[in-house]
């Protein structure tokens, strides 16, 4: 099982961009869900999560600007980032909880994605 996170770019001050994460292999259901970004030298931190339900919860640099949703029939999580500044540029993950089949039992474990790029220049 893999986790497939696009939709990164370049873009300018003030722009848009809409990031996707979704699983690819044999699974069952994916779970929580949650974005992380890493910045050049800067250690990584989460950005936003949602949960299976679709309840979502944002860190402070997200607030106001970030959305993050889901599409449960496409098993897809979407973060719609608005207003972007130089300061969101960074390498964003994503990072899901998977249940995949074990030799005996499901399995539930995290996963992350390989990271999209976002820069955010002028």
């Known amino acids: 099982v893999q986790l497939q996170a696009s939709g990164g770019g370049l873009v300018q001050p003030g722009e848009s961009l809409t990031l996707s994460c979704v699983p690819s292999?044999?699974?069952?259901?994916?779970?929580?869900v949650a974005w992380y970004r890493q910045a050049p030298g800067k250690q990584r931190e989460k950005v936003a999560d949602?949960?299976?339900?679709?309840?979502?919860n944002y860190e402070d640099i997200a607030k106001g600007r970030f959305t993050i949703s889901r599409d449960n029939s496409k098993n897809t999580v979407y973060l719609q980032m608005n207003d972007l500044k130089p300061e969101d540029t960074a390498v964003y993950y994503c990072?899901?909880?998977?249940?995949?089949?074990?030799?005996?039992?499901?399995?539930?474990?995290?996963?992350w994605g390989q990271g999209t790029l976002v820069t955010v220049s002028s």
């Open positions: 990072n899901a909880n998977l249940v995949t089949p074990g030799p005996t039992s499901r399995i539930s474990q995290r996963y």
């Open positions: 292999g044999r699974f069952f259901s994916m779970n929580g």
């Open positions: 949602i949960s299976s339900e679709g309840n979502p």
